[in-house]
């Protein structure tokens, strides 16, 4: 595998249940990030992990809880959602560096998620 | 506040002709990066090109080129001959400073490119 890969690619849910989206990089990175698409807004950013640690969590709610146990492998956990949660969550990477603006993400395919 | 305009929301073409997709970007930073991704019906953002605030220059790569004008805040991207294969929806971004010395990229709300045979 090549790139940056995401399970599943598609996803039913009913609000109660428990779900987890991962995301597996093989670029060799060091950043990973989630990033939510809905019908109704632009891509949002959910969160940054560099080497495992989370740098960022942009005021997402509790019920998505991300996990990050290594710097190839980016989890999203799932629990009691909601149907405005329905979106396309996509998983980027990238190499950071200190101070290094010119990163570029590359984006996996995507996980289209439908809470019912 | 960073922010990206993509005023088209859709552009429909038929094939071989050209296409302009515009971006117009806002920032206080005076080093940034733009870039441009191509997201086709699977989903996948798929990455074209980086320019970064101090390269005016234009670039070229093949039926792609782009036009980064500092003055009117833009960063625009021609396709030449555009054929079926490049549908998709293309969106413009800004990589600003962000907390914990990284960058986040800052998206337009994308056009929606559809060439017809």
């Known amino acids: 595998e090549t790139g940056v890969t995401q399970t599943p690619r598609h996803l039913v849910m009913g609000m109660t249940n428990k779900k987890s989206l991962k995301c597996e990089q093989h670029l060799g990175h060091n950043a990973m990030y989630w990033y939510k698409q809905s019908a109704k807004k632009p891509l949002e950013l959910m969160f940054v992990?560099?080497?495992?640690?989370?740098?960022e969590n942009n005021s997402v709610p509790s019920r998505f809880s991300p996990e990050c146990p290594n710097s190839s492998h980016l989890f999203l956990h799932l629990h009691t959602l909601q149907p405005e949660d329905s979106a396309l969550y996509l998983c980027a990477s990238s190499q950071k560096s200190q101070g290094n603006l010119q990163e570029t993400q590359y984006f996996g395919p995507g996980t289209r998620l439908l809470v019912l | 506040a960073q922010k990206v305009t993509q005023a088209q929301t859709e552009i429909s073409v038929v094939e071989k002709e050209d296409v302009t997709l515009d971006c117009v970007y806002e920032?206080?930073?005076?080093?940034?990066?733009l870039f441009w991704y191509k997201q086709p019906p699977s989903g996948e953002l798929v990455f074209l090109i980086r320019r970064n605030s101090f390269d005016e220059q234009n670039e070229i790569s093949g039926r792609y080129s782009w036009n980064f004008q500092k003055s009117t805040s833009s960063f625009n991207f021609t396709i030449t001959a555009s054929q079926v294969v490049d549908s998709a929806v293309y969106f413009c971004?800004?990589?600003?400073?962000?907390?914990?010395?990284?960058?986040?990229?800052?998206f337009g709300a994308g056009t929606r490119l559809a060439v017809h045979p």
């Open positions: 992990y560099n080497f495992k640690e989370q740098t």
């Open positions: 971004a800004l990589s600003a400073p962000f907390s914990g010395g990284y960058n986040k990229l800052i």
């Open positions: 920032t206080r930073d005076t080093t940034y990066y």
